[in-house]
């Protein structure tokens, strides 16, 4: 009884190292391909910036070029959309500032949102006409600089 039992634990012995063997090998098999797929990345990172390093030093000598008066607007403009062209977030954020700047600049566009404003926030705007206030404004600023102050 007592060698069957020193058999089965043998035997158990030996499967767990076999299985801690497997285990090892397993892991050092995922150790590596993380390894590999890092240095892939870090290469492809690397690459990355390269190419953007390069393609914002076209646009530099390209306005270097302008500057020096060796190229035209036209050129410079081919030059800076060639470049810029891949890089979608540029785009993305060049096309929120020219809508906020629509937004910000035109007239119709302010005083709808002055209204909405209004009829959401009563009692915000000061009492009387805002273009009325801005004329006064531009009035006083006017005789200040006729003035000489």
Same mark, same amino acid.
Do not use: W
């Given at each position: 009884?007592? $060698?069957?039992?020193?058999?089965?634990?043998? *035997? @158990?012995? *030996? !499967?767990l190292a076999a299985e801690l063997i497997a285990t090892r090998q397993q892991l050092a098999a995922v150790q590596q391909q993380l390894a590999a797929e890092q240095a892939a990345a870090q290469q492809q990172t690397a690459s990355t910036q390269q /190419? =953007?390093?390069?393609?914002? &030093? !076209?646009? =530099? $000598? /390209?306005?270097? $070029?302008f500057v020096e008066g060796k190229a035209t607007v036209a050129d410079v403009v081919k030059n800076v959309s060639a470049n810029i062209a891949q890089d979608e977030n540029l785009w993305k954020g060049a096309m929120v500032g020219a809508a906020a700047a629509v937004l910000l600049t035109s007239q119709p566009v302010r005083n709808a949102m002055g209204k909405t404003i209004d009829g959401i926030? +009563?009692? @915000?705007? +000061?009492?009387?006409? %805002?273009? /009325? %206030?801005t004329a006064? &404004? =531009?009035?006083k600023a006017a005789s200040f600089a006729d003035k000489g102050e």
């Open positions: 009884m007592e $060698q069957k039992k020193g058999n089965e634990v043998s *035997e @158990l012995t *030996e !499967q /190419s =953007a390093q390069q393609r914002y &030093g !076209q646009i =530099a $000598q /390209s306005i270097e $070029q926030f +009563p009692g @915000l705007r +000061p009492t009387g006409d %805002a273009e /009325s %206030a006064k &404004g =531009a009035e």
